[in-house]
């Protein structure tokens, strides 16, 4: 008797995932591969190049990849904070889909810059909200002649843009500033089926989190009701794949809170 082979909810997709090449990123862009999307990689400096290639290697090597002679991923190197690189990223994204769309474009390269009001430049208020805000909409715009009916967008925001945090208001003011612009995509998108939605991360075990005082870590997870402890990365990229499905197609500018309840709205 032939064995049933499992059906991939995101086959035939191409998602493009910035800041790719790690934490959480690096994870979403494997899930939807998993999913059966055809992933293009985003990533910011050389140094990591190597990191990316290995997550292209293991997008490869997924056993529903293994048959099919076309790339099931790319890597892009690029510098979000430079608009004229959007058209490029398109252009290689598409290349990979026959029939030149896009489908899925996650928007989770971000900076945190944590400084006092007295210590803020002029340059770092331009490099976050050139990084969090006019990227995400610069490749959108880049993205648009190429997004079918029942696209899905997908911003990664944190439980930080509807907090006060002391030394991050860069932080926590463009990520106010993304779920803004979630809500108004949503608006002017959706009259084809495209849904645009925000998740707002938690406190969660990756890179970013060593950056945390370890008393304000502890009293993170002593208020988190579910188990008291920091989230996964996994628990962020299911949502990511379930945003990008069929499944969430009544879902649209909503900002989806993945925080174990440390914070609830």
């Given at each position: 008797m032939a064995s049933e082979t499992t059906p991939l909810p995101l086959e035939g997709k191409v998602a493009i995932v910035t800041g790719g090449s790690r934490g959480l990123g690096a994870?979403?862009?494997?899930?939807?591969?998993?999913?059966?999307?055809k992933v293009v990689l985003i990533?910011?400096?050389?140094?990591?190049a190597n990191t990316a290639?290995?997550?292209?290697?293991?997008?490869?090597?997924?056993?529903?990849?293994?048959?099919?002679?076309?790339?099931?991923?790319?890597a892009?190197?690029?510098d979000l904070r430079d608009p004229t690189c959007f058209p490029d990223i398109v252009q290689k994204s598409i290349s990979l889909?026959?029939?030149?769309?896009?489908?899925?474009?996650?928007?989770?390269?971000a900076v945190q810059i944590g400084l006092p009001?007295?210590?803020?430049?002029?340059?770092?208020?331009?490099?976050?909200?050139?990084?969090?805000?006019?990227?995400?909409?610069?490749?959108?715009?880049?993205?648009l002649p190429y997004l079918p009916a029942n696209s899905r967008i997908i911003n990664i925001s944190s439980v930080a843009g509807r907090s006060g945090f002391s030394?991050?208001?860069l932080y926590c003011s463009s990520k106010a500033a993304l779920e803004g612009l979630t809500r108004s995509?949503?608006?002017?998108?959706?009259?084809?089926?495209?849904?645009?939605?925000?998740?707002?991360?938690?406190?969660?075990?990756?890179d970013m989190l060593d950056n945390i005082p370890e008393r304000i870590k502890g009293r993170q997870k002593e208020d988190t009701p579910v188990e008291q402890r920091f989230g996964t990365k996994d628990e962020v990229s299911e949502v990511v794949v379930w945003l990008a499905g069929e499944g969430s197609r009544w879902v649209s500018g909503q900002t989806v809170n993945v925080s174990g309840g440390w914070t609830m709205y």
């Open positions: 994870d979403m862009a494997l899930a939807l591969a998993k999913a059966g999307a990533y910011a400096s050389h140094s990591s290639n290995n997550i292209i290697k293991e997008i490869s090597s997924l056993p529903h990849n293994l048959t099919s002679s076309a790339p099931s991923s790319i892009i190197q690029a889909s026959p029939s030149n769309h896009i489908n899925i474009i996650v928007n989770n390269a009001i007295s210590e803020i430049t002029e340059n770092d208020f331009t490099d976050t909200y050139s990084l969090n805000i006019l990227a995400p909409m610069l490749l959108l715009k880049a993205a030394g991050l208001s995509w949503a608006a002017e998108l959706g009259s084809n089926g495209t849904t645009v939605n925000a998740i707002a991360c938690g406190p969660i075990q990756t």
